[in-house]
């Protein structure tokens, strides 16, 4: 960009803000109770029907990873690293569509578009604590699949029990330390352009928009290193994957190597289901208007991955279907 010194004028003091208005918009920090969230409609009938289809969308989610968690949990027969890393993944799943989806709910269900500043903090912190954590776990379940197929006589000795403890608490605490930090900055700045975030939820690229600090600069380099860690985490991956597909090629009978791919495929698919729902709402061009764009990315990578994760794994592996059907059983005799 080209500046043209001669435009310049001599005094700055037309341009510098008043101590008055310095001291409002600082303000705005502190009495800044609440924030508006963007609805998905201002027709009583569409919010309802936002209300069902978010209903159903919610229960879908939560039985499915539920079935999951406690299918892993009671049978003996998915007492492997695998599948302890896939229950900590439905762990996982509900509790990122627990922060967003009930609140948007509540919202439409009373005719309101409000969300308290802890809350907000609250989905926040939650939010990225769940979707950090997330990522991580699938960069370690990578490793699971690396370990099980390219040194299958290893891999008792490498993925023993308290290494996978350790594994998923070294994802665990990481997602807290990184959310915690995200979190902190992103509350520390004033907020004295807006309270309205136009999304259905608390999310920070739409925070940092009607913040009125330059400090903000301070959470993109917390934002960059999000990144960097990512892409580090996705590069592993394609890495493993890369190293899993020579091995498998290598297996000279047939069924060996579609038993070898279908170990893979389920999680595979939630990495490029992660991956690319995550590439596609931050990639998008911002706007500082609400949009109904915005909320259709917002459901896209925030509801899509957490919902689909425990139908994939449930449709692509057969331990896992046959686990539910036999928990499922057992439920309906126990009834009956």
Known sequence: MLLRLGNIPHSTKTNTPSHNELRKKMSNRSTLTEFLLLGFSDVRELQILHFVVFLVIYLVGLMGNLLIITAVALNPHLQTPMFFFLANLSILDFGSISVTIPKSMANSLMNTRVISYPGCVTQVFLFILFAATDFALVTIMAYDRYVAICQPLHYERVMNRRACVQMAASAWISGIAYSALHAGITFRLPFCQSNDINLFFCEIPHLLKITCSD?????????????????????????????????????????????????????????????????????????????GLDLVVGVLYSLVPPVMNPIIYSMRNKEIKAALKKLIVWRLFTKN
């Open 215 to 291: 400090s903000y600069l301070s959470e993109v380099g917390v934002i960059a290193l999000g990144v960097f860690l990512g892409l580090n985490c996705f590069v592993f991956i394609i890495v493993s994957y890369v190293q899993i597909f020579k091995t498998v090629l290598r297996i000279p009978s047939e069924q060996g190597r579609h038993k070898a791919f279908s170990t893979c495929l389920p999680h595979l698919t939630v990495v490029s289901l992660m991956v690319f729902t995550g590439i596609f709402a931050y990639l998008k061009p911002t706007s500082n208007s609400a949009s």
